[in-house]
């Protein structure tokens, strides 16, 4: 697949700051990129690099294989979903729908019927005429991507887009958008600080940190194999339990307490200090005999699953069924030798 | 239970002060009102026996207050006209960018504003006479005053633009408008009450201008109103009712505007403060 957006040792400063350390990064054309990592992580500066805003240090970009890197935004052809949403408020919604068509010059006639084109696919008919300040979060923001795709950009370019609306209409718009997505082919790239997201409605998740791209990959991949213990504990949630512990003589467990061991499936390196990561849901109260214990400190419930968590509060355990534990109650554990990651305790890479 | 009457005091001591405030102009007019036998009268009248208001036409035309009236306008808009093309610009950079220049050109800005005009008067004259700007005093006058009233005009204007998001601007650019164009079709738009009331108050305290006026303006026929009432007043003036009538029919406009506007006027000043 031909790559839409390329970017190529993408270096930023802000004055002492190093924001992007060498980022390189590939977008396939039609492909939906998810930056996902913590606050500070450059995920936002990465793509406010792409759209324009910010000045890239050093570094190659290059969209639709033309060189981007020192062109002003407006002649980059990218579209833009902004966090607030960035809707003019002195435009009606129509206004604000074809702002960038009257910027190119498109007639009036024609912004008009582009407009109520959009305003159909997006469900924003009845409310052409209001204005932003009319307009409840939900419909806000159908109207920021109704004015990011009634252009037909290059790519779509979505910061944190859904983090205003309330839980319900978070699930439904990331449906939405990512239905939009695959019925325009657009290329889209994806800010969130929210890793369900990214999961649920990226092909292709890229875990930044630290101005650095942890892993990339798909999103299953990530979940199964964590290159670092960052990507482990970011990916999945609840996130994985790690576990210090010490390999075994025999390199086929993980000792981590006394007579507790985690079961590994593949021999490893006996006497070597690890840290092993499991994740809470593959976690299973044993029935015959444990190969690790777990004192409950807290039991949570929320119907369609429990989740136990143990007195130190470094493991957590997600059941399906309804166990009837109580807090104090001694649980055996039990875990498939294939499912437990082993991470390097000092520089937490994947061993 | 004294909570209550803290308000209430103060919304007293409020109400004094601008009594004591606005006497003056209470006064102003009900003297213009009265006949010359009346002012002195003792003790004085606060409501006239008789209104007469033929001093009003025969001040106009006495004092040729129409000339005076008009100077008065053609600086206060020359002033106005200056301040907000060159102090919007200025605002919106201030709002806008963050640095160490930045900071320097806003402390000399609030610089300016501490600077009282009766102190620059002298340098300014100097160097207008260099310039040979007194030959043309009106615009000695206005680019004086324009700078006078500059600081002011883009604190509060700066403040304005602060409360338009950046990610509007940001917005427009990605939908592809230039930076210039940005600027005219969203954050003006958007900054434009701010901008009409301050510009309306810089028009309103440039028309009562006097300091620079009166120092720079010699000839009668080019001096703005204030000069032209200071022209009334001296050491031996009796002629107070006409006197009165002038400061009336320069000061009326001005109130009338301000009441006509203060609601606006007084949203606009509070709505950067609040956000």
């Known amino acids: ?351 | 239970m004294t909570r209550p009457y803290i308000p209430w005091l103060l919304v007293v001591v409020a109400l004094a002060l601008a009594a004591v405030y606005l006497f003056p102009l209470y006064w102003m007019y009900v003297t213009s009102f009265k006949s010359g036998s009346e002012i002195f009268a003792n003790p004085p009248t606060f409501w006239p026996r008789e209104i007469d208001l033929s001093i009003y036409p025969s001040v106009w035309t006495r004092r040729t207050m129409h000339v005076f009236l008009w100077n008065s306008t053609l600086i206060a808009a020359g002033v106005t006209a200056i301040t907000v093309i060159f102090g919007t610009g200025c605002a919106y950079v201030l709002a806008r960018y963050r640095n160490v220049w930045v900071d320097i050109g806003l402390f000399s800005v609030l610089m300016l504003q501490v600077l009282p005009a009766s102190v620059m008067v002298t340098p300014l004259f100097v160097a207008f006479n260099q310039f040979g700007l007194l030959n043309y005093p009106r615009t000695a006058v206005v680019l004086a005053a324009a700078a006078k009233a500059m600081p002011f005009f883009v604190v509060l204007v700066r403040a304005t633009f602060m409360t338009v998001p950046r990610e509007l601007e940001e917005a427009a650019l990605v939908d592809g408008n230039s930076r210039v164009g940005a600027f005219f079709s969203i954050v003006l738009p958007l900054a434009r009450n701010g901008i009409l009331v301050c510009a309306i108050l810089t028009f309103m305290s440039s028309f009562g201008e006097y300091i620079y006026s009166k120092s720079i303006i010699q000839d009668p026929s080019l001096q703005p109103a204030s000069v032209g009432l200071s022209g009334f007043l001296g050491p031996n003036s009796t002629d107070w009712n006409a006197i009165m009538a002038y400061s009336a029919i320069y000061v009326t406009p001005i109130l009338a505007v301000f009441v006509l506007l203060q609601r606006r006027i007084v949203s606009g000043l509070t709505s950067g403060a609040l956000k």
């Open chain 1, 1 to 351: 697949m031909t790559a839409q957006i390329e970017l190529k040792n993408i270096d930023k400063h802000y004055g002492a700051f190093h924001a992007l350390k060498n980022v390189s990064l590939s977008i396939a054309k039609g492909s939906f990129v998810a930056l996902v990592g913590p606050s500070g992580c450059g995920k936002s500066t990465l793509l406010r690099s792409i759209a324009g805003l910010e000045t890239i240090t050093s570094g190659d970009l290059h969209i639709a294989g033309k060189e981007m890197t020192g062109v002003p935004p407006r002649h980059r052809d990218i579209a833009m979903v902004f966090q607030s949403y960035a809707l003019y408020p002195h435009m009606t919604v129509e206004e604000n729908l074809t702002y960038s068509l009257r910027l190119h010059g498109v007639g009036k006639a024609e912004a008009k019927a582009k407009a109520a084109e959009v305003a159909a696919t997006t469900g924003l008919s009845a409310l052409l005429s209001r204005y932003p300040r009319q307009l409840s979060g939900g419909q806000r923001q159908r109207v920021a991507m109704g004015r990011a795709i009634i252009r037909n950009p290059k790519a779509f370019l979505f910061d944190e887009p859904l983090s205003n609306l309330d839980a319900a209409l978070r699930v439904q718009m990331r449906k939405e958008i990512r239905a939009l997505h695959d019925r325009l082919g657009a290329t889209s790239v994806y800010v969130t600080h929210d890793q369900i997201e990214a999961m649920t409605m990226a092909d292709w998740v890229v875990v930044m940190r630290d101005g650095i791209i942890e892993q990339q990959g798909r999103p299953l991949d990530l979940y199964d194999q964590p290159v670092n213990r960052f990507v482990a504990g970011f990916i999945g949630s609840p996130a994985m339990n790690f576990v210090d512990g010490v390999i075994s003589e025999d390199g086929r467990g993980v000792v981590v307490g006394a007579g507790d061991r985690i079961p590994l499936a593949r021999q490893a390196e006996p006497n070597r200090k690890v840290v092993a990561g499991v994740r809470p849901e593959n976690l299973r109260v044993a029935e015959g005999a444990a190969s690790f214990h777990f004192e409950v400190g807290n039991v949570e419930s929320t119907g369609s699953a429990t989740y136990l968590t143990s007195k130190d509060g470094a493991l957590q355990l997600v059941q399906t069924e309804r166990l009837g534990f109580s807090v104090g109650d001694r649980v055996g554990l039990d875990i498939d030798p294939a499912l437990v990651h082993l991470f390097d305790p000092q520089s937490g890479a994947r061993i």
